[in-house]
């Protein structure tokens, strides 16, 4: 079974000089489960949220590692 998902939405906030936080949510692909993600961004990644990009989540109740893509 794939551990990958694409997230169903990502908001980033204000980026300032150490980085931003993003409301990020998805639903899990092992247990259907929806997870509301509150994640900090480092400012050296800024760069790579502008594009596409995946990050790995803990699924809040399966407790599975996630690989999340966001597009
Ligand atoms: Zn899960």
């Given at each position: 079974?794939?551990?990958?998902?694409?997230?169903?939405s990502f908001?980033?906030?204000?980026?300032?000089?150490?980085?931003?936080?993003?409301?990020?949510?998805?639903?899990?692909?092992?247990?259907?489960?929806?997870?509301?993600?509150?994640?900090?961004?480092?400012?050296?990644?800024?760069?790579?949220?502008?594009?596409?990009?995946?990050?790995?989540?803990?699924?809040?109740?399966?407790?599975?590692?996630?690989?999340?893509?966001?597009?």
């Open positions: 079974m794939s551990n990958r998902t694409i997230a169903k908001k980033a906030g204000d980026r300032d000089d150490t980085g931003l936080f993003a409301d990020l949510d998805f639903i899990c692909p092992l247990c259907d489960f929806e997870n509301s993600k509150f994640i900090l961004i480092g400012a050296k990644n800024f760069d790579k949220i502008d594009g596409d990009f995946e990050t790995d989540q803990e699924c809040d109740y399966c407790m599975k590692e996630i690989i999340v893509e966001c597009r």
